[in-house]
Nanobody
Framework: QVQLVESGGGLVQPGGSLRLSCAAS????????ANWYRQAPGKQREFVAY???????NYALSVQGRFFISRDNAKNAVYLQMTRLKPEDTAVYYC???????????????WGQGTQVTVSS
Protein backbone atom coordinates (compact mmCIF):
# COMPACT_ATOMS: atom_id res chain seq x y z
CA GLN A 1 0.00 0.00 0.00
CA VAL A 2 1.20 3.48 -0.97
CA GLN A 3 -0.25 6.52 0.76
CA LEU A 4 -1.69 9.10 -1.62
CA VAL A 5 -2.60 12.67 -0.69
CA GLU A 6 -5.30 14.56 -2.57
CA SER A 7 -5.78 18.30 -2.82
CA GLY A 8 -7.52 20.92 -4.94
CA GLY A 9 -11.15 20.39 -4.00
CA GLY A 10 -13.46 23.24 -3.15
CA LEU A 11 -16.57 25.18 -4.08
CA VAL A 12 -16.96 26.46 -7.61
CA GLN A 13 -19.77 27.98 -9.66
CA PRO A 14 -21.37 26.09 -12.55
CA GLY A 15 -19.27 26.51 -15.66
CA GLY A 16 -16.13 26.99 -13.61
CA SER A 17 -12.96 24.94 -13.43
CA LEU A 18 -11.04 23.09 -10.76
CA ARG A 19 -7.85 21.05 -10.74
CA LEU A 20 -7.43 18.08 -8.43
CA SER A 21 -4.05 16.67 -7.47
CA CYS A 22 -3.07 13.24 -6.20
CA ALA A 23 0.49 12.74 -5.05
CA ALA A 24 2.69 10.20 -3.30
CA SER A 25 5.25 11.23 -0.72
CA UNK A 26 7.76 8.70 -1.97
CA UNK A 27 9.36 8.36 -5.37
CA UNK A 28 7.23 6.43 -7.83
CA UNK A 29 8.95 4.73 -10.73
CA UNK A 30 5.78 3.81 -12.58
CA UNK A 31 2.04 3.25 -12.25
CA UNK A 32 0.16 0.65 -14.23
CA UNK A 33 -3.08 2.60 -14.07
CA ALA A 34 -4.14 5.76 -12.26
CA ASN A 35 -7.87 6.20 -11.75
CA TRP A 36 -10.19 8.91 -10.55
CA TYR A 37 -13.53 7.98 -8.97
CA ARG A 38 -16.23 10.06 -7.36
CA GLN A 39 -19.07 9.41 -4.95
CA ALA A 40 -22.04 11.61 -4.13
CA PRO A 41 -24.01 11.16 -0.88
CA GLY A 42 -26.38 8.21 -1.11
CA LYS A 43 -24.94 7.06 -4.43
CA GLN A 44 -22.48 4.38 -5.46
CA ARG A 45 -18.89 5.14 -6.35
CA GLU A 46 -18.59 6.14 -9.99
CA PHE A 47 -15.68 5.83 -12.39
CA VAL A 48 -14.48 9.15 -13.79
CA ALA A 49 -11.22 8.66 -15.68
CA TYR A 50 -7.99 6.71 -15.93
CA UNK A 51 -4.56 6.99 -17.47
CA UNK A 52 -2.30 4.01 -18.18
CA UNK A 53 1.46 3.64 -18.04
CA UNK A 54 1.44 4.00 -21.81
CA UNK A 55 -0.35 7.34 -21.56
CA UNK A 56 -3.74 6.12 -22.78
CA UNK A 57 -6.70 7.86 -21.20
CA ASN A 58 -10.35 6.98 -20.83
CA TYR A 59 -13.29 8.93 -19.46
CA ALA A 60 -16.82 8.36 -18.32
CA LEU A 61 -19.29 9.66 -20.89
CA SER A 62 -20.68 12.09 -18.34
CA VAL A 63 -17.36 13.95 -18.12
CA GLN A 64 -15.87 13.34 -21.56
CA GLY A 65 -14.79 16.57 -23.18
CA ARG A 66 -14.88 18.42 -19.87
CA PHE A 67 -12.43 16.55 -17.62
CA PHE A 68 -8.81 15.79 -18.43
CA ILE A 69 -6.49 13.41 -16.60
CA SER A 70 -2.72 13.82 -16.69
CA ARG A 71 0.41 12.93 -14.75
CA ASP A 72 3.74 14.44 -13.85
CA ASN A 73 6.28 11.71 -13.20
CA ALA A 74 8.85 14.12 -11.78
CA LYS A 75 6.38 15.21 -9.10
CA ASN A 76 4.97 11.72 -8.45
CA ALA A 77 1.54 13.15 -9.12
CA VAL A 78 -1.63 12.61 -11.12
CA TYR A 79 -4.09 15.38 -11.89
CA LEU A 80 -7.70 15.83 -12.89
CA GLN A 81 -8.46 19.10 -14.65
CA MET A 82 -12.19 19.72 -14.51
CA THR A 83 -13.81 22.34 -16.73
CA ARG A 84 -17.37 23.46 -17.43
CA LEU A 85 -18.41 22.02 -14.11
CA LYS A 86 -22.03 21.16 -13.47
CA PRO A 87 -23.97 20.76 -10.20
CA GLU A 88 -24.16 17.02 -10.87
CA ASP A 89 -20.37 16.89 -10.64
CA THR A 90 -20.67 17.55 -6.92
CA ALA A 91 -19.10 14.62 -5.07
CA VAL A 92 -16.11 13.42 -3.13
CA TYR A 93 -13.36 12.59 -5.60
CA TYR A 94 -10.92 9.76 -4.96
CA CYS A 95 -7.71 8.84 -6.73
CA UNK A 96 -6.61 5.23 -7.04
CA UNK A 97 -3.29 3.92 -8.33
CA UNK A 98 -2.85 0.29 -9.31
CA UNK A 99 0.40 -1.56 -9.95
CA UNK A 100 2.75 0.94 -8.35
CA UNK A 101 6.50 0.42 -8.64
CA UNK A 102 8.74 2.06 -6.05
CA UNK A 103 12.32 1.76 -4.93
CA UNK A 104 11.19 -0.92 -2.48
CA UNK A 105 9.38 -3.10 -4.96
CA UNK A 106 6.33 -3.42 -7.17
CA UNK A 107 2.71 -4.47 -7.07
CA UNK A 108 1.56 -1.80 -4.63
CA UNK A 109 -1.82 -0.06 -4.70
CA UNK A 110 -2.89 3.26 -3.27
CA TRP A 111 -6.01 5.29 -2.47
CA GLY A 112 -6.41 8.95 -1.71
CA GLN A 113 -8.52 10.06 1.24
CA GLY A 114 -10.91 11.96 -0.99
CA THR A 115 -11.45 15.63 -1.70
CA GLN A 116 -14.82 17.40 -1.78
CA VAL A 117 -15.90 19.16 -4.95
CA THR A 118 -19.04 21.27 -4.73
CA VAL A 119 -20.54 22.95 -7.78
CA SER A 120 -23.17 25.50 -6.83
CA SER A 121 -24.26 28.99 -7.77
Amino acid sequence: QVQLVESGGGLVQPGGSLRLSCAASETIFSINTANWYRQAPGKQREFVAYITNDGWTNYALSVQGRFFISRDNAKNAVYLQMTRLKPEDTAVYYCNWVGIVTRNGHGYDGWGQGTQVTVSS
